[in-house]
């Protein structure tokens, strides 16, 4: 983003009384500086008149904001030059807001723009005097340099060695010494930090009420920066900070690139990409063109509504616990090939502002940043990170490897800038591809995200306060013209809607479901794609700058993209809420509750767990595998191992089986069959873990009496069917996805009890240790939750106990918690039946620490052999061999993982 508008705001017309001084300095070095340049008057009329005829003498032609191509050439063409202290693009910037300002030229107004006050406030009159010292010095130095060549050799003769003793004319003496000092006042200082604090709590506000941060941060820029208070010193150093923030988000989104995620979504995010890039530039062109832009200024108005804001979509997908599943992902990998499509447009732009230009050069950017992204991003993602990783990192003493890694990405960084500016390529390019190199190596991400986090946090909350907000034309918006325009082009925004049909379909209707998934999908990915942000703003200020459209169209873009900004996540998130609440809906329509039947029997839940490689379209394939299984998604997440190209995907699918129902069991019923098998293995806590007919006929049922024998062997009897199951479904899962594929496939519980009383434990800091004082605290808590005193726990008011103690659980679910508990089936669990829970509960508990005490012994009694062995072979002594005690010792681990897992399996059940 270019400085030019920034320059105009605070300096240019500042020094435009100074004009008639440097032409005059010029043409005559020997001229009084004090006869050419005069003090501002205290008359704010005198003032503007001097400002007016300075401006009067060097502009001589109408430019009209948006005829860029015609005016741009009547600049080129004319034999004037920018004034020696204005580079040439800020002087035809002048030029056109002169013209359209006629009044500031015969002094009758003071200067005053829509997007800045070009009144000297107190740091634009400090560095107008700043200026006009230097041309003192300047008129002392060149009257100095007038003496006769004669005269000098002279004066070097006399004064011989000492000539670097020679005393420096008071003017220059006084400049060479306001040269060596920055100096900052206490109010400067105290500005930029209120500054900063008020961004921050405009940010902090603008979340909590569920807009992007980035809104109240833009609001403190347009508010205490130039365009109103005018609070904000130094406004360019600010807007420079705020660059160098843009920079970072950049690198940043280059280090947070996952290439197998791209590999996984498939061409659909490639197509949402790019098609959502092309359909607001197309709608905006249109737009543009009816309001009378020439071409280059419709491609601008266009192209400012084309990027996605990743940040924003993200946000609000997060919030709504959207972002791990495949539509989240979908629009994550959708929004980055946005944004590269975006680095290439703004490469574009650098040639559309230019006048007349061969129709070659248009190509260049876009084969320039191409080009690029081929050879470096493909590089990046390939070669690069297993050499930096296995060559570099690697080799390097572990305290100085990320200072080795952040030194390379420095480097990096630094070589890419200039390297895609120069091409004609957007810098900002160079930023994304060096952060791309270490986007595949896994320490580094981490080293990345966690040391510049909090810098990036500032740096961002810089860039939209200042480079974006002193940029808003505020005073604009009480024109018609700008706020109708706004809403028009907000069109743009709406253009981004139909990118939903491009959504695969993930899931099937689910009958007795009131929503439909695909339809869900396709409304949440049109949503997100309309965020705005960053982007938009970059490009919209880049054209301003560069002069492709005038301040009201400008004024209108932000107007727009700022209505987005606040909009399109407030839509999106009550979106996914509406969603969320119909799934809820659902759930309890399934509800073992209202499932169960006189036989008491409710469907079984399935959670299945897949990891493979990254491939096309993977998560689409499990859709058509569930149908065919009669299979129901109620949930799914999808996480990655690794950042590499060939990461490790790993797919949890919770499964609702259409085709078994399994028998409802209390707590009650529960431990009496934990007992009943207790006694029948001898004690042993292995052979209780996972119940089944295979290792019914190795337990010894003789000592239980009748009812507890049949109770044993119905949860035998169901227990085989959910094997057989499993085993079936974990075979075609594996079948279909290959043998690359890990597939596990074990019972879910959606409403766990033991989780719940493990939140409350670890809430009101309860001990798990089975002694009846523990017993008697437990049971204590009763009273906190009984908040009516009424002797009994309702829904309500467990409801209340877990999500207080952070229970993610619907109420349907509370509901189901309470029928496990309640023995009597009034709805209701007393005393009593709490009692009962506990008591199970803390025997779970200890059976649990029995397990590991003999995990423990059982691994040190191996380790003590295998001293023992060594110590023996050191002697010549016998015994089983060194490897056959290694082999133990796996063994002993690898069955303690077996009982773990069949040990949560069992309490799930």
Not at 432 to 459: N, P, V
Not at 893 to 902: I, L, M
Request: aromatic letters at 8%; glycine letters at 6%; one cysteine or more.
């Amino acid at each position: 983003m270019k400085a030019t508008l920034f320059k105009l705001s605070i300096g240019a017309l500042a020094l435009s009384t100074g004009i008639h001084a440097s032409s005059t300095l010029r043409s005559s070095p020997t001229a009084n500086i004090n006869s050419v340049v005069d003090e501002p008057s205290s008359s704010s009329s005198s003032y503007s008149s001097s400002i007016g005829q300075g401006i009067k003498n060097f502009l001589k032609w109408p430019i009209d904001a948006f005829a860029e191509d015609t005016n741009a050439n009547a600049v080129n063409d004319s034999s004037s030059s920018a004034h020696p202290l204005l580079s040439q693009k800020l002087f035809n910037n002048v030029q056109v807001y002169a013209d359209t300002h006629p009044s500031i030229t015969d002094g009758s107004t003071t200067p005053d723009n829509a997007l800045f006050s070009f009144k000297l406030s107190k740091s634009a009159s400090r560095r107008y005097h700043e200026s006009r010292r230097r041309l003192q010095a300047t008129a002392t130095a060149d009257t100095i340099a007038t003496a006769t060549i004669d005269e000098a050799a002279k004066e070097e003769e006399e004064l011989g060695p000492n000539l670097l003793a020679m005393p420096v004319p008071v003017p220059q003496q006084h400049d060479m010494i306001h040269e060596m000092v920055v100096h900052v006042t206490y109010e400067d200082v105290y500005a930029i930090l209120l500054f900063l604090v008020v961004a921050t709590a405009m940010g902090i506000f603008t979340a909590k009420l569920g807009m992007p941060a980035l809104v109240g941060e833009i609001i403190t820029g347009f508010l205490l920066g130039p365009p109103l208070a005018n609070l904000v010193p130094f406004p360019e150093a600010m807007v420079l900070v705020g660059e160098i923030g843009l920079i970072m988000l950049l690198l940043e989104a280059g280090v947070e690139l996952d290439i197998a995620q791209l590999r996984e979504t498939g061409v659909r995010a490639l197509a949402i990409g790019i098609t959502g890039t092309i359909l607001p530039l197309v709608v905006g062109m249109g737009l543009a063109t009816i309001s009378g832009a020439k071409i280059k200024s419709a491609m601008a108005v266009g192209a400012a509504f084309s990027p996605t804001s990743l940040g924003v979509a993200a946000s609000a997908l997060k919030s709504g616990k959207m972002l791990d599943t495949p539509v989240g992902q979908l629009i994550v990998a959708a929004c980055v090939v946005d944004d590269i499509l975006a680095l290439i447009l703004l490469s574009m732009f650098q040639v559309l502002v230019q006048d007349s230009p061969p129709i070659f050069s248009y190509f260049i950017p876009i084969i320039s940043s191409l080009g690029f992204l081929v050879v470096l991003g493909g590089s990046a993602v390939t070669w690069m990170p297993k050499f930096i990783n296995e060559k570099i990192l690697k080799r390097c003493d572990e305290s100085y490897r990320e200072l080795v890694m952040f030194s390379l990405l420095t480097t990096l960084l630094l070589g890419y800038l200039p390297l895609l500016n120069y091409t004609k390529a957007s810098y900002l390019t160079g930023a994304f591809l060096a952060g791309c190199t270490f986007s595949q190596i896994d320490s580094a991400h981490h080293a990345f995200m966690e040391k510049t986090h909090q810098l990036m946090t500032w740096l961002l909350r810089v860039f939209f306060a200042a480079s974006i907000g002193f940029q808003v034309p505020v005073k604009q918006f009480s024109d018609p013209y700008v706020i109708g325009w706004g809403f028009i082009l907000y069109l743009c925004v709406a253009a981004k809607l139909p990118l939903g049909f491009f959504v695969p379909q993930f899931e099937d209707v689910k009958p007795g479901a009131s929503y439909n998934p695909f339809m869900r999908d396709r409304l949440i990915t049109g949503l997100s794609m309309t965020c705005r942000g960053e982007f938009s703003f970059i490009i919209s200020a880049f054209a301003l700058g560069e002069g492709l459209f005038n301040a009201k169209i400008y004024a209108a873009i932000v107007w727009a993209v700022l209505i987005s900004c606040i909009t399109s996540p407030f839509m999106l998130l009550n979106m996914i809420k509406y969603f969320n609440k119909k799934q809820i809906e659902y759930l309890a329509a399934t509800n073992p509750l209202k499932k169960s039947a006189a036989d008491g029997k409710v469907p079984l839940y399935l959670h299945i767990k897949v990891k493979a490689g990254a491939a096309w379209g993977m998560q689409e394939q499990f859709r058509k595998i569930l149908n065919d299984l009669d299979l129901e998604v109620v949930e799914r997440r999808t996480n990655r191992h690794g950042r590499g190209i060939d990461a490790e995907v790993q797919t949890d699918l919770f499964v609702l089986d259409t085709t078994i129902s399994t028998k409802v069991q209390k707590i009650k019923a529960l431990r009496k069959i934990k007992k009943a098998l207790k006694i029948a293995a001898g004690g042993s806590p292995e052979m209780t873990k996972r119940l089944s007919s295979k290792n019914l006929s190795d337990m010894n049922l003789s000592a239980l009496d009748k009812e507890e024998q049949e109770a044993v062997a119905e949860a035998a009897r169901q227990e085989d069917v959910i094997i057989k199951r499993g085993e079936h479904v974990e075979k075609k899962v594996q079948e279909a996805l290959g043998d690359g594929a890990e597939v596990e496939v074990e019972v879910w519980n959606p409403w766990p009890w033991q989780d719940a009383l493990d939140k409350i434990a670890a809430h009101y800091d309860l001990p798990n240790e089975n002694t009846p004082e523990n017993l008697e605290i437990f049971i204590a808590v009763f009273d906190k939750i009984d908040s009516d005193g009424g002797g009994e726990i309702d829904k309500d008011e467990m409801y209340v106990a877990l999500t207080d103690a952070g229970v993610d659980i619907t109420e349907e679910g509370v509901l189901t918690l309470v029928a496990i508990i309640d023995e009597d089936g009034n709805g209701d669990v007393d005393r009593d039946e709490w009692r009962d829970t506990v008591s199970f509960y803390l025997e779970l508990k200890e059976e649990e620490v029995e397990m590991s005490k003999e995990k423990d012994n059982q691994v040190e009694f191996m380790k003590r052999l295998r001293e023992k062995k060594l110590a023996a072979l050191g002697k010549g002594g016998g015994g089983p061999s060194v490897a056959a005690v290694e082999e133990g010792i796996q063994k002993v681990e690898k069955k303690e993982v077996d009982s773990a897992r069949r040990e949560a399996e069992i309490i799930e059940d």
